[in-house]
C-alpha cells in the first residue's frame, strides 16, 4: 500500500504562488504515472495535474493550464506542483495519488489518500 506525505499548503494572497511536494514509499514510485486533486468544501475530490512515469508527459484541469506545472523527482520519490498565479477558486485540500493515464482525466489507482495540505487564496 501506497503512503503519501504532502506538504507546502498555506495561505496565499491571490496572484502568488506556492510549490506543493508528495513524498510517496510503499509502492515503486517511478514505475508510477502520478497526479494531484484537490477537495473544495462540499466538493468531490476533482483531478489537477498528472505526469507520466517517464516524465515526459504532463495532464492538467482546464482550470490551471497554463498556471500549474507538474514535476517529478524519482531519485526523491517526489512529485511537485508548482501553482503560480493563484485564485480564491484554487482553494482546497490538495492530495496526490499515484494514477492511471490510460484513460482522460487520470483516475487514482490507490484507494487511499493521504492527509492532504491545505492550500488557501485569499482575495
Known amino acids: 500500500q501506497v503512503h503519501v506525505v504532502e506538504s507546502g499548503g498555506g495561505l496565499v494572497q491571490a496572484g502568488g504562488s506556492l510549490r506543493l511536494s508528495c513524498a510517496a514509499s510503499?509502492?515503486?514510485?517511478?514505475?508510477?504515472?502520478w497526479g494531484w486533486f484537490r477537495q473544495a468544501p462540499g466538493k468531490e475530490r476533482d483531478f489537477v495535474a498528472a505526469?507520466?512515469?517517464?516524465?515526459?508527459?504532463?495532464y492538467y484541469a482546464d482550470s490551471v493550464k497554463g498556471r500549474f506545472a507538474i514535476s517529478r523527482d524519482n531519485a526523491k520519490n517526489t512529485v511537485y506542483l508548482q501553482m503560480n498565479k493563484l485564485k480564491p477558486e484554487d482553494t482546497a485540500v490538495y492530495y496526490c495519488?499515484?494514477?492511471?493515464?490510460?484513460?482522460?482525466?487520470?483516475?487514482?489507482?490507490?484507494?487511499?489518500w493521504g492527509q492532504g495540505t491545505q492550500v488557501t487564496v485569499s482575495s
Open positions: 495519488n499515484a494514477v492511471s493515464v490510460t484513460q482522460l482525466p487520470p483516475r487514482p489507482v490507490d484507494g487511499s
Open positions: 510503499g509502492r515503486t514510485f517511478s514505475n508510477y504515472s
Open positions: 505526469i507520466s512515469w517517464t516524465g515526459t508527459r504532463t
